[in-house]
């Protein structure tokens, strides 16, 4: 049974976009906003993404609006440029014959609301809102929100053969909102969990870290585990148990480079194994090498084992990823003040420069020149030479003698 409720105060990123929605009844469509800010509004959540569905076709949303740009066409999308913002507008569709277990290989434009929201995934997410500030709820997705549920709109099996990336989307909503997964939604996610080998690695990504990242990520992590999700995605099916530690214990995660760098304290990754593991994840390069100091550092805490020269190396980011990640105990107290008290913290602030040792005659331009400029760096950090220009000059004319 259909079932509306008004919203009396609807937020500012919602009456920015109301001229749009006003435009196109006034042409004679009907128009709403839709999915996730419309979840998020009512839980009082902040709203990252205005999307906008409409009875109208993308050729008659184009006749409406100055400036649109194809974004989606095939699919129904069109974006509108409104002073310098850009919403896009959806036509009411459906969808047929998911061939890639991902992408519809037919869509079909329709005029119903209803016909539309049918082909969501979750209930929560088939909400519409209209300008007025009246939801739209044709699938209970109210009353499931009200009792922290996540179910499927209509048969959750078709659902995940639609589209199995639905599965790791069930997972992350589970540890963002802090929701349970109804049980045959969770059943869905069971029987169909190997569908998830068919999805681009780059897109379970994100969504693994946004679930890692969620206020409750262990929901998120029991699942995967339960339903055996985790066989299905890079690496993580060779490491149950670690999981299942780190399932009953508290997450407070703050970026994606502390989601990573736990999984690879947790498993007792190597350098070595921790750059393969992340390019199995698409992970980008910059991440890959933080996660690698992070981890390291993590290591290092655990033998109490904590150079100067390793927290140089690491720098003040990732620190604090390694406190995040070990907790805040009596070891990992000390090591921003450590590190403040470091007299560098890049080699760019070495007193003395390569072009000064060849102006000053110590040596002529080389490899020698990394090797002493490498030398006094360290030297520096680890409290064994002052970093002024004088001592560095002796201590390099000294490292050459001795070489």
């Given at each position: 049974m259909a079932m509306i409720v008004r919203i009396v105060e609807?937020?500012?990123?919602?009456?920015?976009?109301?001229?749009?929605?006003?435009?196109?009844?006034?042409?004679?469509?009907?128009?709403?906003?839709?999915?996730?800010s419309v979840r998020d509004t009512i839980l009082k959540r902040p709203i990252h993404d205005v999307d906008i569905a409409t009875s109208a076709y993308p050729s008659e949303v184009k006749e409406l609006f100055k400036k649109t740009v194809d974004t989606g066409i095939e699919h129904g999308t069109v974006m509108i440029l409104d002073h310098g913002t850009g919403y896009e507008v959806t036509t009411?569709?459906?969808?047929?014959?998911?061939?890639?277990y991902r992408r519809p290989d037919k869509v079909t434009f329709v005029r119903s609301l209803k016909e539309d929201l049918k082909r969501r995934d979750f209930t929560i997410n088939a909400l519409a809102l209209s300008e007025s500030g009246q939801v739209f709820d044709l699938f209970g997705g109210l009353a499931d929100m009200q009792h922290h549920i996540i179910k499927a709109v209509g048969d959750p099996n078709e659902r995940f053969n639609e589209d199995a990336l639905r599965m790791m989307r069930a997972v992350r909503f589970a540890s963002q909102l802090d929701f349970q997964i109804e049980s045959e939604t969770l059943q869905g996610?069971?029987?169909?969990s190997r569908l998830l080998e068919k999805i681009a690695v780059e897109r379970c990504h994100s969504e693994f870290v946004k679930m890692m990242l969620g206020v409750a990520a262990q929901n998120g992590l029991?699942?995967?585990?339960d339903t055996g999700l985790?066989?299905?995605?890079?690496?993580?099916?060779?490491?149950?148990?670690?999981l299942k530690q780190l399932a009953n214990s508290p997450l407070n995660l703050q970026n994606e480079v502390q989601v990573w760098s736990l999984l690879a304290f947790k498993f007792g990754f190597s350098r070595g194994q921790i750059s393969s593991f992340l390019k199995k994840w698409k992970t980008a390069n910059k991440i890959i090498n933080d996660v690698i100091l992070t981890t390291e550092l993590l290591f290092a805490i655990k033998k109490q084992q904590v150079?100067?020269?390793?927290l140089y190396q690491t720098g003040a980011a990732n620190i604090t990823n390694a406190i995040d990640v070990f907790g805040h105990l009596s070891e990992t107290q000390t090591l921003m003040s450590r590190y403040a008290g470091l007299p560098i913290k890049t080699k760019k602030q070495l007193q003395i420069t390569g072009g000064q040792l060849i102006q000053q005659r110590v040596l002529q331009p080389g490899p020698e020149l990394g090797k002493i400029l490498d030398y006094l760096e360290r030297a520096v950090v680890d409290g064994q030479i002052s970093n002024n220009f004088d001592d560095l000059k002796a201590a390099a004319?000294?490292?050459?003698?001795?070489?």
């Open positions: 609807i937020p500012t990123e919602f009456k920015e976009a109301l001229p749009i929605l006003q435009k196109i009844e006034a042409a004679g469509y009907e128009a709403y906003f839709v999915g996730g009411f569709r459906t969808e047929s014959g998911y061939q890639d996610i069971a029987r169909h029991n699942v995967m585990l985790d066989r299905h995605v890079p690496v993580l099916g060779e490491h149950e148990q670690a150079t100067n020269w390793l004319v000294n490292f050459l003698n001795e070489d």
